[in-house]
């Protein structure tokens, strides 16, 4: 008889210990030119991050150019006084540099990786692109025509043009904020080198400007380095400029941007919020997620998984501008798209989402959820030196303490669920919503109007 084989099991790994984790805080500087630094030694972050915050936001930008400023955060990258646009971006890819920039209602942003190994030389380069931008007129051009292309697109994108509807709904015409943050095709198309380059004047210096760097600095004589880089870029002082007040109607109301024979319908309901300043925020986050903020929140409990009508839609808190003077604003937001011809009955749905939160309130099973979600995986969000460096620009750019990110944890943890499900409830009270749907009007109009939900205006898609 044939002996059976047997087999010895190795004992299932089990968890160890959780090791206390908070967000790393930053040494904080300034360079002999003004420039102010905030440094992160992450030991084992080979690829080292910079960012570099500017003070030039786009309500600077001059009457009739919207886009000006994303036009030049582009041609940062487009030739210096040492390298013409093909060089620059050969001696970037030479030491294995990535180098990108935006503009946003705060500032231009630019954002450098690079091996540390060649940090050295692409601190160079950046230092190069800041100091003496080429902004020849042939490249400018270019991009402009380029930033001319890809408006159409934009508009064809349904998410994209709830968006531009929304701001167009919320803020004042006079404001910066209800216009396309990249411009628009009559604005941009009169932009030229001359425009860019007097926008980088008046805006661009090192005295207003700050760098983050993040990674693994062991070895390296950032002082030195510094020093030779970004401390020889020179410029004017001058006084912080302005912040000026916001104001936005969120009276409850209905857009439909008619696209016909729409298979679906975009959907962007909004309002303007508190941003980080405020004492609210880590219950707003909080009560957000729960409502919206991952497959299993209520919104997607209900319009997903027991009724169909969606992939998915989201809620979420979006800060578009702060101040020192704690007079920021936040875009509170639930974004989707759902089947046509379930249109109506998925708003319906959502309003009693909204109404139910408002009634009962949130489970603490939901706010553990949340809290396990936000707070319990954070190390793995900030593994990267790139994620480190954009929250401390982040915090930079919204006028928040070195230590906010790493006291908004602990604030989320201690956060209970009636203050949650306060907070949530001020953030999306049912009467207080602009409704964007981007769809076949000829279908979702009447049932969208049954619906009571505030005034329902059609405006055609350009």
Known sequence: ???????????????????????????????DNGLTLLRCHRPGQQVVAVEVILAAPLEAEPAGLDGLATIMARAFSEGTDRHSAEEFAAELERCGATLDAHADHPGVRLSLEVPVSRLSKALGLLADALRAPAFADSEVERLVRNRLDEIPHEMANPARRAAKELSKELFPATSRMSRPRQGTEETVQKIDSAAVRAFYEKHVRPATATAVIVGDLTGVDLDELLADTLGAWTGSSAEPRPVPPVSADDTGRVIIVDRPGAVQTQLLIGRVGADRHDRVWPAQVLGTYCLGGTLTSRLDRVLREEKGYTYGVRAFGQVLRSAPDATGVAMLAISGSVDTPNTGPALDDLWKVLRTLAAEGLTDAERDVAVQNLVGVAPLKFETAAAVASTLADQVEQHLPDDYQATLYQQLAATGTVEATAAAVNAFPVDRLVTVLVGDAAQIEEPVKALGIGEVTVVRAE
């Open 1 to 31: 008889m044939t002996e059976l084989a047997t087999m010895d099991f190795h004992p299932q790994p089990q968890a160890g210990k959780a090791k206390p984790w908070a967000f790393p805080a930053p040494e904080r500087g300034t360079l």
